[in-house]
């Protein structure tokens, strides 16, 4: 009641705006009025879906118009206002034509503001007319789905009763359409002669091939009758009937065991999916080839098609053979082990699929047909794609199994590296995006959505709707995020090509070339980000103000923040420390395991964890043991007695530095295994062997075998190792004094 007595007082002030827009020519609103109120008294009135839906359209058109409207009054009002700021207010003395130029724009305002009254009313009156009219579908729809008919037995009663003419018409249609039986027919003999022979010896031919399309040679057979057919000029519906559904068999049953094949090729990564697909290949054959007979049926004969939704038996055979298969599938999932998980979900199918059924049988026709339509179509969907989707995975691989055959074929042609290949995974994203997107518009078709409110939807989705002050376009955003990954990955292949191509940058030493390409690899990354942006519809300008909103927020506390998130920029520009490095910050050593925009992931020797700011990375001194390579100099001392040999133990040493098989025989300098006299104490002669190995992580374990090496080396030439000594002199005692009591 509230909402009718607003429609009236919103049609009651569109006729008062509407006078001043008539005036000044604007006879299209009195008409978008009129329709408005004239849909708006006939929703009162018992009125037939055909005509919601004529209304729904002709009242979308209106306030599609009065949105369009709106904006443009708005937009001459502003530079109206700003016209008239610029002539300002009336002075004592100023010139006539000065006068009359602030009347006549003060004239236009009043216009235009009357205008864009009438579309603001025009827009809402439409939106909720709009609004009225889905309602009255509604309950038409609701009122439709819970309508009783006939039962089964009253179902086959009818059916039973049905006139002979009807079944006499049916038959003249497939099998005597001039008259005279179709079969008695030289040329239909001829050509369906010419089909079975050709279908025998493609069954033949197909039980003894190898070949991978064997299964195809009946769909042959099939088209050889159809062209036979039209050559001979008895391209009858019956054949058309029969061909595509053949066809339509054949299809579908090459394409379930071309995957069968190609998932039993991969055992160890599909075989539970090989094993759901010989579960369900059979029913989805069923449900693709009888959906193919029933929609064929329907499109060649109208009136077949008028004969099966008038006799609800028919309709009710089909819904029933079609969830038949469905509990067939469920049946035989049983089995699987690996689909306990999914029990609940399988009860709930297989319990949906029996209400269908009964809901057939008690008389709920159109909502058993409503339900039935969604839950078949959306199950064979969701199957087809399932199946699909591990078709795609198998082709691009997995990180268990390794990449697939396409990604490593499109790598062999284009020539890339597996570094410089990353952004092929994103293809492999974007086929599984495409694929359940069309998933999703299949369900909701199938649930009912029609042509108009996918339109709405496709309208929203490209030109976008508006939330507070701010426009949304999301087709416009998900442009933006494929630009910005695309100019990211060509951004990394291009850093990859500068860096081997040594010729660009044969003028300058290697610090340069890191430079130059950092500087590079960080003008790339702001070029990708404000040109998303820009495709996004941000406004660049916009940018400005969220700077200056920074600047404050840095102000009032924010520097640490900020240092440690430009240092970590600086980090990932720059690359003084990777992942994987070993170095040394403070007191802090180990390996980097993670890099990231605020701090850096350090696992230190006694397997602990600590997180470095990225800010002291940068301004403190930091010692990488691995940036330009992992070459290190072990010093490895040995304190051997005063009376050895000094060039027999240097000779031993150095032999032991030179026997070690990880131990670099040239280091860069030049310089092989040596062993050097740096000390001679009062207790040893203090040698060190030098030596240079090639992989510093393995310091520890190469210092422990030389160390072993040497003292068994130098135990075995009979040369001692000094140990510490240190001499104790004892005083001597005085004389005694009373010889008994002294004692």
């Not at 079969?183 to 050709?198: K, T, W």
């Not at 306990?340 to 008690?362: C, M, S, Y």
């Not at 790598?411 to 069309?438: A, I, P, Y």
Request: net charge neutral; hydrophobic share 50%; glycine share 6%.
């Amino acid at each position: 009641m509230l909402r009718r007595l607003l429609c009236t007082w919103l049609f009651l002030l569109l006729a008062l705006l509407t006078s001043p827009a008539l005036a000044a020519g604007g006879e299209q609103f009195a008409n978008d009025a009129a329709l408005l109120r004239s849909i708006h008294h006939g929703l009162a009135q018992p009125v037939g879906a055909g005509q919601l839906r004529q209304w729904q359209q002709e009242v979308q058109g209106i306030v599609q118009d009065a949105a369009v409207c709106t904006k443009t009054q708005e937009a001459s009002l502003a530079n109206l206002d700003k016209s008239l700021a610029i002539v300002g207010p009336p002075v004592a003395d100023e010139p006539s034509s000065l006068t009359e130029l602030r009347q006549q724009l003060s004239a236009e305002k009043i216009a235009v503001g009357g205008k864009l009254a009438a579309c603001k009313v025009l827009y809402v009156g439409g939106s909720t007319v709009l609004g009225d009219i889905r309602d009255k579908q509604t309950q038409l729809h609701t009122r439709k789905l819970l309508q009783r008919g006939p039962n089964l037995w009253q179902q086959i009663a009818q059916l039973s009763r049905l006139h002979k003419t009807a079944w006499d018409q049916e038959r003249n249609f497939w099998v005597r359409p001039d008259g005279t039986a179709i079969f008695s027919n030289p040329e239909f003999q001829g050509a369906m002669a010419i089909g079975i022979a050709l279908f025998i010896i493609a069954a033949i031919f197909r039980r003894h091939s190898q070949f991978a399309l064997r299964e195809l040679y009946p769909l042959a057979a099939l088209l050889a009758w159809a062209l036979a057919s039209y050559l001979l000029s008895v391209f009858y519906p019956i054949t058309i009937l029969i061909t595509t559904t053949g066809a339509a068999f054949y299809l579908s049953d090459w394409l379930s065991r071309s995957m069968l094949r190609h998932l039993n090729t991969i055992p160890a990564r599909a075989q539970r999916e090989a094993v759901l697909l010989r579960v369900f290949w059979r029913p989805l054959r069923f449900v693709i080839t009888f959906m193919t007979l029933v929609l064929v049926y329907q499109y060649l004969d109208p009136q077949g098609s008028d004969l099966i939704n008038h006799h609800t038996a028919l309709v009710t055979l089909i819904h029933t053979a079609i969830l038949s298969s469905v509990l067939w599938v469920l049946w035989r999932a049983r089995r699987f082990t690996f689909l306990k998980d999914t029990r609940w979900l399988q009860l709930v199918l297989f319990g949906t699929a029996l209400v269908l059924i009964l809901l057939n049988f008690f008389g709920f026709m159109a909502l058993a047909d409503y339900l039935t339509n969604g839950f078949v179509l959306s199950l064979v969907a969701i199957l087809v794609a399932r199946v699909i989707a591990w078709f795609i995975d198998d082709i691009w691989g997995n990180e268990e199994d390794g990449e697939g055959d396409l990604p490593r074929l499109l790598r062999q042609h284009l020539g890339l590296s597996q570094e410089g290949s990353s952004w092929l995974s994103w293809l492999r994203l974007f086929s599984h995006t495409v694929l359940w997107s069309l998933v999703l518009i299949l369900i909701l078709l199938a649930w009912g959505l029609s042509r108009s409110g996918f339109a709405i939807f496709w309208q929203y989705f490209i030109h976008g709707f508006d939330i507070g002050t701010f426009h949304i376009q999301p087709f416009r955003w998900l442009i933006a995020i494929f630009l910005l990954f695309f100019l990211f990955n060509v951004n990394q292949w291009l850093q990859k090509r500068l860096s081997g191509a040594r010729g660009i940058f044969r003028h300058f030493d290697v610090g340069s070339r890191h430079s130059i390409l950092a500087i590079f690899r960080y003008v790339g990354f702001i070029v990708a980000i404000l040109l998303s942006l820009s495709t996004a519809g941000v406004a660049l300008h916009n940018l400005a103000i969220i700077a200056g909103a920074l600047s404050v927020g840095i102000g009032f506390g924010l520097q640490n923040i900020v240092n440690n998130f430009v240092s970590g920029i600086i980090l990932l520009l720059e690359r003084p420390i990777r992942v994987g490095d070993w170095v040394k910050v403070g007191t802090t050593e180990g390996y980097v395991q993670r890099l990231s925009i605020r701090s850096t992931l350090i696992l230190t020797f006694d397997r602990t964890e600590v997180f470095v700011p990225n800010s002291e990375l940068i301004s403190g001194q930091v010692t990488n043991w691995t940036y330009s390579n992992n070459i290190l100099r072990l010093m490895i001392p040995l304190r051997v007695h005063h009376d050895s040999d000094i060039d027999e133990v240097r000779e031993i040493l150095e032999q032991v530095g030179k026997q070690h098989p990880e131990v670099l025989q040239d280091d860069p300098r030049g310089i092989p295994p040596t062993a050097l006299l740096l000390d001679v104490t009062e207790n040893a002669l203090v040698f060190y062997l030098r030596v240079y190995i090639a992989d510093c992580n393995n310091s520890f374990m190469i210092q422990t075998e030389l160390r072993a090496r040497a003292v068994e080396a130098l135990h075995r030439h009979g040369i001692r190792l000094a140990h510490q000594q240190q001499d104790i002199h004892f005083a001597e005692r005085a004389p005694a004094l009373d010889g008994p009591a002294s004692s």
